[in-house]
């Protein structure tokens, strides 16, 4: 399925991720990759070892990446990889068939191409999920998964429905704002960039749900890995109260809570992700 609505929408929504890292204030290179999933977009910065990669979620990618990827690359050598079939700068088809193992294969493809040493894997939300689907090996150092899906179904409400329709059926940059601040913590105020970016979205591309629980068995395999699970506490997506359990049951992980941020964080809070990817890294090995 080609997520875009017109080949004219694709080319809005791709001038504003590349202008959007023309304007990216660190040293960074990008680079395109072919994989079985398609074209693959990934922007490198930063140097030291370990090297880091970040997987956005839904509807995220590089270009909207660029606060914790900044803070990451001052520690260590940072990769963002675009998802294929998200908007951003990859493939525009979206895996039609067994979506997750379908990502988790990609990812095993693509990391010998990324680092030629160990990784550690940071998932935000969808990314988490895509993280957890892919092959425990001694490459992967460490595993960060930050407000994760794959654990539970994302949670529906009320006020879900009544951030979410308007944004599809009128999308401008009060519908989009609203949307955000139902996914960020109370009080926190989207950026410009971020409101822009949802517009841009809604209007020029096919967005996608969030996926859920996956099979236990897939989960159980990384329990030999360093890992951390944290979720913002405000969450509304994965609330930190529904999390715990599944996590502590098919990861043996603790699920950290970030005091004062939502469903965003590495958005919102991108230098509490950064503490906790020091803490792996310290670890790895």
């Given at each position: 399925?080609?997520?875009?609505?017109?080949?004219?929408?694709?080319?809005?929504?791709?001038?504003?991720?590349?202008?959007?890292?023309?304007?990216?204030?660190?040293?960074?290179?990008?680079?395109?990759?072919?994989?079985?999933?398609?074209?693959?977009?990934?922007?490198?910065?930063?140097?030291?070892?370990?090297?880091?990669?970040?997987?956005?979620?839904?509807?995220?990618?590089?270009?909207?990446?660029?606060?914790?990827?900044?803070?990451?690359?001052?520690?260590?050598?940072?990769?963002?990889?675009?998802?294929?079939?998200?908007?951003?700068?990859?493939?525009?088809?979206?895996?039609?068939?067994?979506?997750?193992?379908?990502?988790?294969?990609?990812?095993?493809?693509?990391?010998?191409?990324?680092?030629?040493?160990?990784?550690?894997?940071?998932?935000?939300?969808?990314?988490?999920?895509?993280?957890?689907?892919?092959?425990?090996?001694?490459?992967?150092?460490?595993?960060?998964?930050?407000?994760?899906?794959?654990?539970?179904?994302?949670?529906?409400?009320?006020?879900?429905?009544?951030?979410?329709?308007?944004?599809?059926?009128?999308?401008?940059?009060?519908?989009?704002?609203?949307?955000?601040?139902?996914?960020?913590?109370?009080?926190?105020?989207?950026?410009?960039?971020?409101?822009?970016?949802?517009?841009?979205?809604?209007?020029?591309?096919?967005?996608?749900?969030?996926?859920?629980?996956?099979?236990?068995?897939l989960i159980h395999r990384w329990q030999s890995t360093?890992?951390?699970?944290?979720?913002?506490?405000?969450?509304?997506?994965?609330?930190?109260?529904?999390?715990?359990?599944?996590?502590?049951?098919?990861?043996?992980?603790?699920?950290?809570?970030?005091?004062?941020?939502?469903?965003?964080?590495?958005?919102?809070?991108?230098?509490?992700?950064?503490?906790?990817?020091?803490?792996?890294?310290?670890?790895?090995?």
């Amino acid at each position: 399925m080609n997520i875009y609505r017109s080949e004219s929408a694709r080319q809005t929504l791709t001038d504003w991720c590349r202008q959007r890292l023309d304007g990216w204030d660190v040293e960074h290179t990008r680079e395109v990759l072919d994989t079985a999933l398609g074209p693959t977009h990934v922007v490198v910065a930063g140097q030291a070892e370990p090297t880091v990669v970040i997987l956005p979620g839904t509807n995220f990618n590089a270009a909207t990446s660029t606060a914790i990827a900044g803070r990451s690359a001052a520690r260590h050598r940072t990769v963002v990889v675009d998802l294929p079939g998200q908007p951003g700068l990859s493939a525009a088809q979206r895996p039609e068939c067994d979506r997750l193992r379908r990502y988790g294969s990609w990812v095993d493809e693509l990391l010998p191409l990324l680092a030629d040493a160990q990784v550690v894997l940071l998932g935000h939300s969808l990314g988490a999920a895509v993280a957890l689907a892919a092959t425990p090996t001694d490459r992967i150092a460490g595993l960060l998964l930050i407000d994760p899906a794959g654990f539970i179904r994302a949670r529906l409400t009320g006020r879900l429905l009544a951030s979410t329709l308007p944004w599809i059926l009128r999308p401008n940059a009060r519908t989009s704002e609203r949307m955000l601040r139902y996914m960020s913590a109370p009080g926190h105020a989207p950026s410009r960039e971020l409101i822009d970016w949802l517009t841009i979205i809604i209007r020029c591309a096919h967005t996608s749900v969030a996926p859920g629980p996956m099979p236990a068995e897939l989960i159980h395999r990384w329990q030999s890995t360093p890992r951390v699970v944290a979720t913002g506490e405000h969450d509304r997506f994965f609330p930190p109260d529904h999390l715990r359990g599944p996590v502590r049951d098919r990861l043996d992980s603790d699920t950290v809570v970030l005091a004062g941020a939502g469903h965003l964080t590495p958005q919102e809070h991108p230098d509490d992700v950064v503490a906790l990817l020091a803490g792996l890294a310290r670890n790895r090995g």
